[in-house]
């Protein structure tokens, strides 16, 4: 079995953090947290990672431009085709990201209870969960 492994240069930043793959798109996600970008990488015909890359600021920015919403978690969406649910932190939000236009679908205002860290939304029979210790579920 061979391997190949191939480094891909991400723009800058403290903590890079969740990676998923969208098959609509053949592309992957990759979440920076701490200056809230989401970074897309094509997969190439060979099934490696391609050299070109974009990269957006999710969420609010201070006056630098640097992100401060917390991008955190990114999960696909089973019932949206082509889109990826995003969690801002500090923001305390969901994102429906529709990968295919580049375009927000939706935004969740998520409540916050009195745990720290922790945030739980019910919409319709669907609970959705994320904290430092879980992921989002859809």
Not at 38 to 60: A, F, K, N, Y
Not at 75 to 91: E, H, M, R, T, V
Not at 113 to 127: A, H, N
Request: charge should be negative; include cysteine; aromatic fraction near 10%.
């Amino acid at each position: 079995i061979s391997v190949i492994m191939k480094e891909i240069k991400l723009p800058f930043a403290e903590q890079t953090h969740e990676v998923c793959y969208e098959p609509k798109t053949n592309s992957v996600f990759v979440s920076q947290m701490s200056n809230g970008v989401l970074v897309r990488i094509p997969v190439g015909p060979d099934g490696l990672l391609m050299d070109d890359q974009d990269s957006w600021c999710v969420g609010e920015v201070d006056d630098s431009g640097k992100g401060i919403s917390g991008l955190h978690n990114i999960s696909l969406s089973y019932a949206n085709p082509g889109c990826i649910w995003l969690s801002l932190q500090f923001a305390n939000e969901l994102v429906l990201l529709d990968c295919v236009h580049m375009f927000v679908r939706k935004v969740i205002k998520v409540p916050t209870f009195y745990k720290e860290g922790e945030k739980v939304v019910k919409i319709g029979k669907s609970v959705f969960c994320f904290c430092f210790s879980c992921k989002l579920f859809f």
